[in-house]
T-cell receptor
Framework: QKEVEQDPGPLSVPEGAIVSLNCTYS??????FMWYRQYSRKGPELLMY????GNKEDGRFTAQVDKSSKYISLFIRDSQPSDSATYLC?????????????FGQGTTLQVKP | DSGVTQTPKHLITATGQRVTLRCSPR?????VYWYQQSLDQGLQFLIQ???????AKGNILERFSAQQFPDLHSELNLSSLELGDSALYFC?????????????FGPGTRLTVL
């Protein structure tokens, strides 16, 4: 079992839809989670991070962590064609004194106008 | 633009060859990371350097090596290349060591091994 699992999709939605992107993780010691967005032919960029359980909101984006079920979600409200990208969840592995991150496979999202 | 630069953008080479990928971190960032992205394995951490010293290692093959120079730029050396090494190689940088530092990714080097 991979430490972080993510459905690669692709996921196709109409403009304006609410999008739900999800990851599961295996190690209950993971505490810090990130969502990266990667446009085609570009490097990933940090979108949001959350620490421990609960929700974090930033504009149209909400990140949610459910530690009891080891489930991470990213919700996108009022999705736009410019949101079309691959979304990767990530978490640090090992000591917090290193920058070693493990990533999910990434979910490719297409928002159709 | 993240401020991280990588050269070259594309590299095509043959099996058995050796290549060097170069990365310049953002100004002021002391940590440099190397990642490999392939369709089957996704984005995988290879190695981290902090201020010239190796800080963390992932599943980096013995045929691969990296270093960070005094001016903080980094190079990833890949030798005895195999077809399976074809992938996107990303460099990232961050100000400090810790995992909660945001990592800024470069545009990547696409390596094709024929």
């Amino acid at each position: 079992q991979k430490e972080v699992e993510q459905d690669p999709g692709p996921l196709s939605v109409p403009e304006g839809a609410i999008v739900s992107l999800n990851c599961t993780y295996s190690n209950s010691a993971f505490q810090y989670f990130m969502w990266y967005r990667q446009y085609s032919r570009k490097g990933p960029e940090l979108l949001m991070y959350t620490y421990s359980s609960g929700n974090k909101e930033d504009g149209r984006f909400t990140a949610q962590v459910d530690k009891s079920s080891k489930y991470i979600s990213l919700f996108i409200r009022d999705s736009q064609p410019s949101d079309s990208a691959t979304y990767l969840c990530a978490t640090p592995l090992g000591s917090s004194n290193t920058g070693k991150l493990i990533f999910g496979q990434g979910t490719t999202l297409q928002v159709k106008p | 633009d993240s401020g991280v630069t990588q050269t070259p953008k594309h590299l095509i080479t043959a099996t058995g060859q050796r290549v060097t990928l170069r990365c310049s971190p953002r100004s002021g960032d002391l940590s440099v990371y190397w990642y490999q992205q392939s369709l089957d394995q996704g984005l995988q951490f290879l190695i981290q350097y902090y201020n010239g010293e190796e800080r963390a290692k992932g599943n980096i093959l013995e045929r691969f090596s990296a270093q960070q120079f005094p001016d903080l730029h980094s190079e990833l050396n890949l030798s005895s290349l195999e077809l399976g090494d074809s992938a996107l190689y990303f460099c990232a940088s961050s100000p400090g060591i810790a995992s909660y530092n945001e990592q800024f990714f470069g545009p990547g080097t696409r390596l094709t091994v024929l």
